[in-house]
């Protein structure tokens, strides 16, 4: 089942919904924990005898309007998703979540407690169509002066009602049908005839299901089977729900309190570490929902111990009570009853039973923390990687071989998750620019040819991009790439519309070299463009996959040039096996060109390159007479500080009309 759904997230269209409810549930989390503050107070002072009547209103006040809170939160991330009006989708989807509940409860306002389908369903559905329907209802006012928030609200008008009326039309069928397979099942004759254990398995079933995608799994199992079946005796003197709540699901659904234990000794990341910390004096009294919305909800590493370790406890106990009788007291185990001290009670201080208890705690325990470890792995990465992807604004995530969630998670960069962390958030589209540095005609002096080379922002100067080591070990490079590729294509755009065509050079990271998703991004976005892309050596070392995606770009039309040529990993099977356009002598071997053996072997590679139609080019070319070595053994392009810097594209335009002086001579 795990693969199943990691299969169906690897979707585009269902992974942008999950991580929509993602963000809307870890919204409401401070609203949560409010909640369960008061009722906690309230539960304390009760116990000893106080009683506050406004705590108690408080507490049901606030779980009634979490449904509320939630739909809200659902919508808004929703609408920052379609780049639609938040406040517009929000009023929206509340306007349509309470005539559907007024409808339900006939023509009674009800709120009702928890989320339901409805919660989830109609911010969806209502945001979607304040989408769709924008172009064809809005006033179209031109948002062109100092009263632009109120041309926006009148052209969102007619689409606000459009909307609302849409919306109403396919949920409430919908809603009706729910209603009558809920009444359906509830009257049914079945119910009577199904065995305790078996329908209590099938009650827990449907809970921890619904739970998995947010919808408060406890109400839809009253709403579909009601109390009366649960409040039978299913051993004497034990009623099926006291049953439940001491075995079944100690500390809340999904087994809260085992749940707790193993985060505490298995998630790495500070914001999970922190939740688990505040949610774990809850757990005692049956109250997890914090860790659920936290952690659980569609987070497919928890799927199978949040559904089945329940199932697991309700068979176990059932066979162990039945295999050891067990004498029951008069005590009611109420849903706040602490766990131990719940079966301790009912049992009269059987200590046998409570044992019991504790290895099923210690078992779950073990369970969820292996689950746990898994998705401690990956969790930073992955968040980095939605982070990267959302302030480079990269529309369709980049997937590797091994799905989604397969960035390289190596151990170095999980102990500097802060480091990195600060890191992502740190770029985005005002602190990246790309600078074009010119290769320069030896013959002619011309400059026709530029490489693409990205900056970073530090304070008010442009540096290079020193974060890259990091980015790169994160496994986040295809992202920057996927970025630097669109904004060439936006400034090659504006080249062509001013009369100039000329070759610009992009450089290709070793990660998407082997990522067969980002290549196919990096040629919808430049083709049919002047492109060369510049591939490191090493890149070669991943084998069939990189051969593949290099000739793929060849197919595609773009030129490809081996960069840092002489440096490292050097084969010379690449420039004869490939059909390479290029070759770039190293900083490296220009640095020493001037000494006899550092001459032959430029002199060498570039006679060679050209026997076998390759240009060459010299880069890190600093001092005049290094230009005048290079120039006599033949190299095609110079590159480097002696003629220019990398400059920024609106000074692009000035060195190709002005050009270079390449006739100078040894003095």
């Known amino acids: ?84 009006s938040q406040i517009m989708a929000v009023f929206l989807s509340l306007a ?34 304040l989408k769709k329907l924008y172009p064809y209802l809005s006033l179209r006012l031109k948002e062109e002066d100092g009263n632009f928030h109120i041309y926006r609200l009148v052209n969102y008008l007619l689409v ?65 089977f009601g109390a009366e079946p649960f409040l039978k005796e299913i051993f004497p003197g034990l009623k099926a729900i006291e049953f439940h709540r001491m075995f079944v699901n100690v500390g809340g659904d999904g087994l809260g309190l085992p749940m707790a234990i193993a985060f505490l000794f298995a998630l790495r990341d500070k914001p999970f570490r922190t939740i688990v910390r505040v949610s774990f004096p809850f757990t005692f009294f049956n109250i997890n929902t914090l ?88 969790v930073f990465l992955l968040s980095s990687k939605k982070v990267l992807e959302k302030n480079l604004e990269i529309g369709e ?45 030896v013959r002619e002096g011309s400059c026709s040819k530029f490489e693409a080379l990205l900056r970073f922002r530090q304070g008010n100067r442009w540096v290079g991009p020193v974060f890259l080591c990091m980015i790169e070990q994160a496994g986040l490079a295809p992202i920057v790439d996927v970025w630097v590729c669109k904004q060439v294509k936006k400034d090659i ?65 773009f030129k490809i040039s081996i960069d840092d040529f002489g440096t490292g990993y050097s084969s010379f099977e690449i420039i004869t096996k490939f059909d390479i356009d290029e070759i770039k002598l190293d900083k490296s071997l220009i640095d020493i060109v001037d000494t006899p053996r550092g001459l032959a072997v430029c002199k060498h590679v570039t006679k060679m390159c050209h026997d076998i139609g390759c240009d060459v080019v010299a880069e890190g070319v600093e001092t005049r007479k290094q230009f005048m070595i290079v120039k006599r053994i033949g190299v095609d392009y110079v590159q480097g500080f002696f003629f220019s810097r990398a400059v920024p594209f609106e000074e692009m335009k000035e060195l190709c009309l002005r050009g270079f002086d390449t006739t100078i001579e040894i003095s």
Request: charged share 15%.
């Open 1 to 84: 089942m795990q693969l199943f759904v990691k299969k169906v997230l690897e979707d585009e269209r269902i992974l942008r919904f999950v991580i929509t409810l993602q963000e809307a549930f870890t919204a409401v989390v401070p609203y949560i924990l409010l909640t369960y503050v008061i009722f906690f107070a309230y539960f304390l002072l009760d116990y000893f005898g106080i009683e506050i009547r406004l705590l108690s209103t408080l507490s049901d006040v606030l779980e009634r309007f979490l449904p509320v809170a939630i739909a809200a939160s659902i919508s808004y991330f929703f609408a920052v998703r379609l780049k639609v």
């Open 96 to 129: 349509v979540l309470l005539t559907v509940w007024t409808v339900e409860a006939t023509n009674q306002f009800i709120l009702p407690k928890g989320a339901t389908p409805g919660v989830l369903i109609v911010p969806f559905i209502s945001t979607y169509f």
């Open 160 to 224: 606000f009602v459009g909307a609302f009326a849409v919306s109403l039309i396919l949920y409430l069928p919908l809603s009706f049908y729910i209603n009558s397979v809920e009444s359906f099942i509830r009257n049914g004759s079945w119910i009577e005839k199904v065995p305790s254990v078996l329908l209590l398995a099938f009650r827990d079933f449907v809970i921890q299901f619904f739970w998995f995608f947010g919808i408060h799994g406890s109400h839809i199992a009253f709403s579909i």
């Open 291 to 378: 860790l659920i919305y936290s952690v659980i909800v569609l987070n497919r590493f928890f799927l199978i111990p949040f559904i089945f370790l329940p199932l697991f406890n309700l068979f176990a106990a059932y066979a162990f009570l039945s295999i050891f009788p067990v004498h029951f007291t008069n005590f009611t185990v109420v849903w706040t009853t602490p766990p131990f001290l719940d079966a301790y009670l009912k049992t009269g201080g059987n200590l046998g039973v409570v044992a019991f208890q504790v290895l099923l705690v210690c078992f779950d325990s073990v369970v969820y923390y292996r689950f746990a470890k898994k998705f401690s792995e990956q």
């Open 397 to 441: 995530e980049i997937q590797s071989q091994e799905g989604i969630l397969a960035y390289k998670a190596q151990r170095e960069i999980i102990l500097a998750q802060s480091r990195l962390n600060e890191l992502v958030r740190s770029l985005n589209a005002e602190t990246l620019r790309i600078f074009y540095q010119p290769k320069v005609d």
């Open 493 to 557: 755009e504006t080249l062509e519309r001013e009369g100039l065509n000329l070759e610009i050079s992009v450089n290709l990271h070793p990660d998407t070299i082997r990522n067969k998703d980002a290549i196919r991004r990096v040629v919808s976005i430049l083709e049919g463009k002047n492109v060369v892309f510049e591939i490191v050596e090493r890149s070669f070392l991943y084998g069939s996959i990189a051969e593949e995606n290099v000739k793929s770009l060849k197919d595609a039309g």
